[in-house]
Every structure is written in C-alpha cells, then in structure tokens.
C-alpha cells in the first residue's frame, strides 16, 4: 500500500531558478524563473501551480481536480489509472489519514504545453520525504496529462549538496 500511496503522490505531485515555497503558500509561477516565458507558458505555469497547492498543501484534491483536470486525464505513472477520479478518490483518504503531509515547490519550468515541479513531498515534518519531477502537459488551461520521476531523499550524499537546493548560476 506504501508503494502504491507513492506512486499516487507522484503521479499528481512538480521552478526553474525560484526560492522554495513553504506548505500553504503557493509561489509566484511568474516570479519562478529568470528566463522569459511566453504568456501561454506563464499561464500554464500558474495554473499547474494554483492545482499543487489546492491539491496537495490545502488537502483539497477533488476541488483541484474539478477547477484544474480537463475532460481527459492521460495518465503515465504505470500504478495509476487514466482519469481524475482516481486521483482524488485517493487522496482525499490520503490526507485524512496524513494530515500533515505537504509538498513543497523548489523549482518550476515552464516549455510550451509542458510544466515540470521539482518537488519535495513529505507526510510529517520528519519524514525525510522524496524528490519528485511531476511533468503536466497543458490544454486549453486544463491539466491533460501527467508523467513523474520519484527519488526517496538520502539521509546523506557523496557530494554534500541536497536534492533541492542549487545555486541559480549553475
């Protein structure tokens, strides 16, 4: 079941240069990058952002699903089926269950049709949490699509630097 609530989380679960934004507040899709985006890309942006935070930091996914996922929801995470229903029939139990759960925004990029979060998602504040990559693909100002890379955080790493922080000049 552990397994299958990851891939859950990652499935809907995703700044490119940007502060992180802390659980309850959402960060300024504009604000998150230093390259230009087209008016499209940061309206995409802010809606797959504005769907985050409802859906993950405000425990409130059968809302996020209905204002944010389209008619169809392809979904690439194997574990998952296609659709929204399935999404926020999970975790709406999920978040009764995890009430602290939080997932926290460190990175958002924004090419075209196409929003990637770079995400730490955790269930209590001492979870160490994983790193995710949650990829949507926009349409129509609909969420469509969705693909996820997951990565449990180490308790240590070979290099000293932390899955989420970066310098912007990298």
């Known amino acids: 079941m552990k397994s299958f609530a990851l891939a859950v989380l990652a499935a809907l679960t995703f700044n490119a240069a940007a502060a992180p934004a802390s659980a309850g507040e959402a960060p300024s899709a504009s604000a998150q990058t230093s390259a230009?985006?087209?008016?499209?890309?940061?309206?995409?942006?802010?809606?797959?952002?504005?769907f985050y935070d409802l859906a993950f930091n405000q425990h409130r996914p059968t809302e996020a699903a209905r204002l944010y996922i389209g008619d169809r929801y392809i979904q690439h995470n194997p574990l998952v089926p296609n659709g929204a229903e399935p999404f926020y029939a999970y975790?709406?139990?999920?978040?009764?269950d995890n009430p602290q759960s939080r997932a926290t925004i460190h990175r958002v990029i924004a090419d075209g049709d196409l929003v990637a979060l770079h995400v730490h998602s955790q269930e209590t504040p001492d979870d160490p949490g994983r790193a995710i990559v949650?990829?949507?693909?926009?349409e129509n100002g609909k969420i469509v699509e969705h693909f996820d890379v997951i990565q449990a955080v180490p308790a240590t790493t070979a290099n000293g630097n932390t899955m989420f922080s970066g310098d912007k000049a990298d």
């Open 36 to 50: 230009a985006r087209t008016p499209t890309e940061a309206e995409n942006a802010r809606i797959v952002v504005a």
């Open 91 to 96: 975790f709406e139990g999920f978040f009764r």
């Open 134 to 138: 949650d990829i949507f693909r926009v």
